[in-house]
Protein backbone atom coordinates (compact mmCIF):
# COMPACT_ATOMS: atom_id res chain seq x y z
CA UNK A 1 0.00 0.00 0.00
CA UNK A 2 1.29 3.49 -1.36
CA UNK A 3 2.32 5.62 1.75
CA UNK A 4 -0.19 8.56 0.28
CA UNK A 5 -2.11 8.34 -2.01
CA UNK A 6 -3.63 10.92 -4.18
CA UNK A 7 -5.53 11.16 -7.06
CA UNK A 8 -4.00 12.03 -10.06
CA UNK A 9 -6.90 13.97 -11.78
CA UNK A 10 -6.69 15.67 -13.99
CA UNK A 11 -9.10 18.60 -12.86
CA UNK A 12 -10.07 21.03 -15.73
CA UNK A 13 -12.00 23.54 -13.84
CA UNK A 14 -13.44 27.61 -15.15
CA UNK A 15 -12.17 30.34 -13.90
CA UNK A 16 -13.92 31.57 -10.56
CA UNK A 17 -14.53 28.03 -9.47
CA UNK A 18 -14.41 26.22 -6.24
CA UNK A 19 -12.04 23.00 -6.41
CA UNK A 20 -10.84 20.57 -4.03
CA UNK A 21 -8.24 18.05 -3.76
CA UNK A 22 -7.66 15.14 -1.23
CA UNK A 23 -4.89 13.04 0.09
CA UNK A 24 -5.02 10.11 2.16
CA UNK A 25 -2.19 8.75 3.98
CA UNK A 26 -1.24 5.06 5.14
CA UNK A 27 0.72 5.72 9.00
CA UNK A 28 -1.13 7.11 11.78
CA UNK A 29 1.99 8.27 13.68
CA UNK A 30 2.49 10.70 10.66
CA UNK A 31 3.72 14.50 12.08
CA UNK A 32 3.39 17.27 9.20
CA UNK A 33 1.66 17.59 6.30
CA UNK A 34 2.24 19.98 3.64
CA UNK A 35 0.72 20.96 0.07
CA UNK A 36 3.13 21.70 -2.67
CA UNK A 37 2.49 23.82 -5.57
CA UNK A 38 4.62 22.18 -8.82
CA UNK A 39 4.62 23.85 -12.27
CA UNK A 40 5.97 22.17 -15.30
CA UNK A 41 8.65 20.26 -14.39
CA UNK A 42 10.16 22.99 -11.93
CA UNK A 43 10.82 22.34 -8.40
CA UNK A 44 7.64 22.10 -5.81
CA UNK A 45 7.50 25.04 -3.98
CA UNK A 46 5.64 25.03 -0.71
CA UNK A 47 1.64 26.36 -0.85
CA UNK A 48 1.31 25.67 3.00
CA UNK A 49 1.55 23.51 5.48
CA UNK A 50 -1.40 21.82 7.00
CA UNK A 51 -2.52 22.05 10.83
CA UNK A 52 -4.90 20.51 13.10
CA UNK A 53 -6.85 23.00 13.23
CA UNK A 54 -7.59 23.44 9.67
CA UNK A 55 -5.64 26.87 8.01
CA UNK A 56 -6.51 29.29 5.54
CA UNK A 57 -4.12 31.71 3.09
CA UNK A 58 -6.24 33.89 0.82
CA UNK A 59 -8.14 31.40 -1.47
CA UNK A 60 -6.80 28.57 -0.03
CA UNK A 61 -7.73 26.32 2.58
CA UNK A 62 -5.76 23.12 3.76
CA UNK A 63 -7.41 20.72 6.19
CA UNK A 64 -6.02 18.16 7.93
CA UNK A 65 -8.67 14.72 9.22
CA UNK A 66 -6.36 12.53 11.95
CA UNK A 67 -8.84 10.15 12.16
CA UNK A 68 -9.45 9.35 8.63
CA UNK A 69 -6.36 10.04 7.49
CA UNK A 70 -6.71 12.38 4.84
CA UNK A 71 -5.57 15.88 4.36
CA UNK A 72 -7.53 18.10 1.66
CA UNK A 73 -6.87 21.53 0.09
CA UNK A 74 -9.49 24.07 -1.24
CA UNK A 75 -8.82 26.81 -3.81
CA UNK A 76 -11.49 28.95 -3.93
CA UNK A 77 -12.11 31.94 -6.86
CA UNK A 78 -9.78 29.69 -9.19
CA UNK A 79 -7.50 31.95 -11.40
CA UNK A 80 -5.70 30.70 -14.47
CA UNK A 81 -2.45 31.27 -12.67
CA UNK A 82 -3.67 28.13 -10.15
CA UNK A 83 -2.86 25.83 -13.33
CA UNK A 84 -0.29 23.38 -11.66
CA UNK A 85 0.10 20.52 -10.17
CA UNK A 86 -0.32 20.25 -6.22
CA UNK A 87 1.44 17.28 -4.20
CA UNK A 88 0.76 16.63 -0.95
CA UNK A 89 3.57 15.55 1.59
CA UNK A 90 3.83 13.50 5.06
CA UNK A 91 6.11 13.60 7.24
CA UNK A 92 6.70 10.43 8.91
CA UNK A 93 6.86 10.35 12.66
CA UNK A 94 10.88 10.33 13.05
CA UNK A 95 10.89 13.13 10.55
CA UNK A 96 13.26 11.06 8.69
CA UNK A 97 10.88 10.54 5.70
CA UNK A 98 8.62 12.51 3.35
CA UNK A 99 6.52 10.88 0.94
CA UNK A 100 4.64 12.28 -1.72
CA UNK A 101 1.70 11.89 -3.48
CA UNK A 102 1.99 11.52 -6.75
CA UNK A 103 0.38 14.95 -7.53
CA UNK A 104 -2.94 16.40 -8.79
CA UNK A 105 -2.82 17.85 -12.19
CA UNK A 106 -5.36 21.29 -12.14
CA UNK A 107 -6.20 23.56 -15.30
CA UNK A 108 -7.95 26.48 -14.84
CA UNK A 109 -9.88 27.01 -18.19
CA UNK A 110 -10.55 30.76 -19.29
CA UNK B 1 19.10 34.47 -0.57
CA UNK B 2 18.16 31.23 1.28
CA UNK B 3 18.50 28.50 -1.53
CA UNK B 4 19.11 24.92 -2.68
CA UNK B 5 21.62 24.92 -5.40
CA UNK B 6 22.04 22.02 -7.50
CA UNK B 7 23.97 21.55 -10.67
CA UNK B 8 24.38 20.83 -13.49
CA UNK B 9 20.92 21.72 -14.22
CA UNK B 10 20.73 19.03 -17.40
CA UNK B 11 23.48 16.45 -18.30
CA UNK B 12 23.29 13.87 -20.65
CA UNK B 13 25.46 11.17 -20.74
CA UNK B 14 26.75 7.27 -21.60
CA UNK B 15 25.97 4.21 -19.79
CA UNK B 16 28.82 3.57 -17.26
CA UNK B 17 30.50 6.83 -16.55
CA UNK B 18 30.47 8.05 -13.52
CA UNK B 19 28.99 11.09 -12.61
CA UNK B 20 28.01 13.27 -9.47
CA UNK B 21 25.03 16.42 -9.35
CA UNK B 22 26.18 18.66 -6.71
CA UNK B 23 23.39 20.27 -4.33
CA UNK B 24 24.66 22.82 -1.30
CA UNK B 25 22.02 24.84 1.24
CA UNK B 26 23.18 27.98 2.83
CA UNK B 27 20.28 27.36 5.43
CA UNK B 28 22.08 25.51 8.10
CA UNK B 29 19.70 22.83 7.93
CA UNK B 30 20.82 19.50 9.51
CA UNK B 31 18.30 17.76 7.01
CA UNK B 32 19.21 17.10 2.91
CA UNK B 33 17.72 14.52 0.82
CA UNK B 34 17.72 13.51 -3.05
CA UNK B 35 14.58 12.31 -4.85
CA UNK B 36 14.14 11.08 -8.24
CA UNK B 37 10.83 12.24 -10.24
CA UNK B 38 9.39 10.18 -12.69
CA UNK B 39 6.02 10.56 -14.65
CA UNK B 40 3.57 8.41 -13.07
CA UNK B 41 5.30 7.39 -9.94
CA UNK B 42 5.58 11.09 -8.16
CA UNK B 43 8.80 12.08 -5.91
CA UNK B 44 10.67 9.25 -4.47
CA UNK B 45 13.63 9.42 -1.87
CA UNK B 46 16.68 7.88 -2.85
CA UNK B 47 18.70 8.83 0.12
CA UNK B 48 18.79 11.45 2.56
CA UNK B 49 20.92 12.56 6.00
CA UNK B 50 20.10 13.47 9.22
CA UNK B 51 23.23 15.72 10.14
CA UNK B 52 26.99 15.50 9.21
CA UNK B 53 28.34 11.95 8.20
CA UNK B 54 25.22 10.80 8.87
CA UNK B 55 23.20 9.45 5.52
CA UNK B 56 20.43 6.49 5.19
CA UNK B 57 18.31 4.88 2.57
CA UNK B 58 15.13 6.35 1.03
CA UNK B 59 12.49 4.01 -0.98
CA UNK B 60 14.95 3.88 -4.07
CA UNK B 61 18.79 4.17 -3.38
CA UNK B 62 20.08 1.22 -5.57
CA UNK B 63 22.55 2.28 -8.15
CA UNK B 64 23.44 6.03 -5.85
CA UNK B 65 25.45 6.53 -3.54
CA UNK B 66 25.95 9.84 -1.64
CA UNK B 67 28.02 11.84 1.45
CA UNK B 68 27.86 14.46 3.87
CA UNK B 69 31.18 15.07 4.75
CA UNK B 70 29.98 19.12 5.21
CA UNK B 71 27.04 20.16 6.59
CA UNK B 72 25.94 22.56 3.59
CA UNK B 73 26.88 19.79 0.65
CA UNK B 74 25.10 16.67 0.20
CA UNK B 75 26.18 15.22 -3.82
CA UNK B 76 24.65 12.38 -5.15
CA UNK B 77 27.00 10.24 -7.26
CA UNK B 78 26.01 7.71 -10.07
CA UNK B 79 29.08 5.04 -10.19
CA UNK B 80 27.88 3.27 -13.40
CA UNK B 81 24.44 4.92 -14.67
CA UNK B 82 21.84 3.15 -16.65
CA UNK B 83 19.71 4.46 -18.85
CA UNK B 84 16.90 3.19 -16.14
CA UNK B 85 17.92 6.58 -13.71
CA UNK B 86 17.41 8.71 -16.80
CA UNK B 87 14.69 11.30 -14.84
CA UNK B 88 14.60 14.16 -13.33
CA UNK B 89 16.36 14.53 -9.48
CA UNK B 90 15.86 17.06 -6.93
CA UNK B 91 17.69 17.85 -3.97
CA UNK B 92 15.71 19.68 -0.70
CA UNK B 93 17.53 19.72 2.77
CA UNK B 94 14.73 21.43 5.99
CA UNK B 95 15.07 21.29 9.74
CA UNK B 96 13.27 18.39 11.29
CA UNK B 97 9.59 18.31 10.91
CA UNK B 98 9.74 21.65 8.56
CA UNK B 99 8.87 22.16 5.11
CA UNK B 100 11.39 20.83 2.45
CA UNK B 101 13.17 23.55 0.73
CA UNK B 102 13.84 22.11 -3.25
CA UNK B 103 16.75 22.95 -5.62
CA UNK B 104 15.74 23.40 -8.71
CA UNK B 105 16.47 20.33 -10.02
CA UNK B 106 18.83 18.41 -12.83
CA UNK B 107 17.31 16.48 -15.92
CA UNK B 108 19.67 13.68 -16.39
CA UNK B 109 19.62 11.57 -19.30
CA UNK B 110 21.73 8.29 -19.47
CA UNK B 111 22.17 7.04 -22.94
Known amino acids: RKEVEQDPGPFNVPEGATVAFNCTYSNSASQSFFWYRQDCRKEPKLLMSVYSSGNEDGRFTAQLNRASQYISLLIRDSKLSDSATYLCVVNTNTGNQFYFGTGTSLTVIP | EAQVTQNPRYLITVTGKKLTVTCSQNMNHEYMSWYRQDPGLGLRQIYY???????DKGDVPEGYKVSRKEKRNFPLILESPSPNQTSLYFCASTDRFSPLHFGNGTRLTVT
Open chain 2, 49 to 55: SMNVEVT
